[in-house]
């Protein structure tokens, strides 16, 4: 694959219809609860193999843990919360590695299968092609906010429910349609995994702003000033390539480059398919998913929001 584009695995061709997926990621707990992280960490390391258009075969888990200060329970919860992504994910796990560490940290290296002809790099979107998302972006501020308690429990549950959802139906539905590029979404925020997508494939992309859809909660705690040690960094990231080509406020900006734990897929898909993979998308139960905007050739900036 390369390291020029940032695609979100490797790909090893085994032969002329087998390839190998390899990822690896682990994150710290964004929430107290140790089921709820294992389920957490396991979607998010799962989520780059459906972004490369494979599915996930076996799984090791990659483990820091400070055993002085917390239980063999603890680690116990969250290894049975990811058993439960990582099995509904038709994966199996099959070992890993535990260190000491002095904060929780807890992820996988997964290994998935794809059809060499099949891959979806990040690179291949195409002038035409409509942009789809599956997710609703802003839990990284979310999560920030409600150490304040500054999120309703209601807002909180809907975005543990997001992020805990496999990719799995999404890309599976996908891979029936003409998928010329995809990544998820995930702590670079939308405005950096999008900017990955249109250098890599020498395009424009123009979202629609209005069209994205957002976490409940998660622009009102924009508005009374909350962020992430993120947003700064994203921000500088992509300023160079990227234009706002209306009256947008500042919360709105902070929104795009949000980073994203477990976030929805971003596909380009053929023009004359993409409203037919919506409402597949929608009958599956991925009812989030939106169209969301366009690829152009190449102009000025790499990325538009209007």
């Known amino acids: 694959m390369g390291f020029d584009t940032s695609d979100d695995a490797g790909v090893y061709r085994i032969s002329d219809a087998q390839a190998i997926v390899n990822t690896a990621d682990f994150i710290t707990p964004p929430v107290d609860d140790p089921h709820l ?3 957490v960490a396991a979607a998010n390391a799962l989520s780059d193999i459906y972004a490369m258009g494979a599915r996930p075969l076996t799984c090791l888990s990659l483990v820091g843990f400070p055993s002085k200060k917390l239980g063999p329970d603890i680690l116990q919860g969250i290894i049975v919360g990811a058993m439960t992504k990582i099995t509904e994910a038709g994966a199996v796990l099959i070992g890993g590695h535990t260190t000491e560490d002095e904060e929780p940290k807890f ?6 299968m794809v059809h060499p002809d099949r891959i979806w790099r990040n690179s291949g979107a195409r002038p035409g092609d409509r942009l789809i998302l599956t997710k609703p972006i802003g839990s990284g501020v979310l999560f920030n906010a409600n150490l304040k308690n500054w999120v309703s429990a209601e807002a909180l549950q809907n975005c543990l429910k997001v992020i805990t ?8 539905v996908m891979v029936g349609y003409e998928i010329h590029g995809a990544t998820d979404v995930t702590g670079f925020g939308l405005a950096g995994h999008g900017l990955e997508m249109a250098k890599g494939a020498e ?4 979202i629609e702003l209005a069209a994205v859809p957002v976490m409940d909660e998660a622009l009102a705690v924009y508005e009374r000033g909350m962020s992430t040690g993120m947003n700064r960094a994203n921000h500088q990231m992509v300023e160079k390539d990227l234009r706002f080509a209306g009256d947008f406020s500042a919360p709105q900006r902070e929104l795009v480059v949000d980073p994203q734990t477990s976030g929805g897929l971003l596909a380009s898909v053929r023009e004359d398919q993409a409203e037919d993979l919506l409402a ?6 991925v009812s989030a998913a939106r169209l969301i905007g366009v690829v152009k050739p190449k102009g000025e900036k790499h990325l538009v929001f209007r």
């Open 165 to 172: 959802t496999l990719n799995k139906i999404a890309a599976e």
């Open 107 to 112: 992820g996988l290296a997964v290994t998935g």
């Open 203 to 206: 395009v424009t992309l123009e």
């Open 280 to 285: 597949d998308l929608h009958r599956q139960g």
């Open 37 to 39: 992280f294992g389920q």
